[in-house]
T-cell receptor, first 114, second 110 residues
Framework: SAVISQKPSRDICQRGTSLTIQCQVDSQVTMMFWYRQQPGQSLTLIATANQGSEATYESGFVIDKFPISRPNLTFSTLTVSNMSPEDSSIYLC???????????FGQGTRLTVV | SQQGEEDPQALSIQEGENATMNCSYKTSINNLQWYRQNSGRGLVHLILIRSNEREKHSGRLRVTLDTSKKSSSLLITASRAADTASYFCAYNNAGNMLTFGGGTRLMVKP
């Protein structure tokens, strides 16, 4: 299993500003992902965070808007840049140890943009 | 990523009753998983069923998988008020990416 510490747990931000979300895992994991969950919706994968290289983004998400860092196998950050009210969502960090294994999630960051 | 579909979207039952949630998907899969989310917090893994399995049990949970129909169901027996949450199916096709269903919001009334 993996224990994930994600922070901040929530924030209220002004439009046009940026917020960086941190994800710390208690063990080394190869696979780390960032998800967005819009109000009342399911989870949508933003990107796969790759250690030591650029993240792999899903369709509809771009690096300029959601820059991701992953300097090592236990830590990653997601930045939500130039925020607008449409970015108000829960952002979730997730890790897996293999393709046939369960995923572990952080507690999420509830972002409100005003 | 194309989401799977879940139904019902919302379900309200009395404590002690059983709750059944269904999930459909569109691609071939390696496994299908069910997760629970309380009040918009992080997801907790409930159960994983592999593509070569048809049924799996864990406590009060029973999951079935029909790969010919590309569907799965989650049954919670003898529900409790503490089971109130959103439940999501997620499937793993090629690669390591999980695709999530739309979710079912379950309310169990005391």
């Amino acid at each position: 299993s993996a224990v994930i510490s994600q922070k901040p747990s929530r924030d209220i931000c002004q439009r046009g500003t940026s917020l960086t979300i941190q994800c710390q895992v208690d063990s080394q994991v190869t696979m780390m992902f960032w998800y967005r969950q819009q109000p009342g919706q399911s989870l949508t994968l933003i990107a796969t965070a790759n250690q030591g290289s650029e993240a792999t983004y899903e369709s509809g998400f771009v690096i300029d808007k959601f820059p991701i860092s992953r300097p090592n196998l236990t830590f990653s950050t997601l930045t939500v840049s130039n925020m607008s009210p449409e970015d108000s969502s829960i952002y979730l960090c997730s890790v897996r140890t293999g393709g046939n294994t369960e995923a572990f999630f952080g507690q999420g960051t509830r972002l409100t943009v005003v | 990523s194309q989401q799977g579909e879940e139904d019902p979207q919302a379900l309200s039952i009395q404590e002690g009753e059983n709750a059944t949630m269904n999930c459909s998907y569109k691609t071939s899969i390696n496994n299908l998983q069910w997760y629970r989310q309380n009040s918009g917090r992080g997801l907790v893994h409930l159960i994983l069923i592999r593509s070569n399995e048809r049924e799996k049990h864990s406590g009060r949970l029973r999951v079935t998988l029909d790969t010919s129909k590309k569907s799965s169901s989650l049954l919670i027996t003898a529900s409790r008020a503490a089971d109130t949450a959103s439940y999501f199916c997620a499937y793993n096709n090629a690669g390591n990416m999980l695709t999530f269903g739309g979710g079912t919001r379950l309310m169990v009334k005391p």
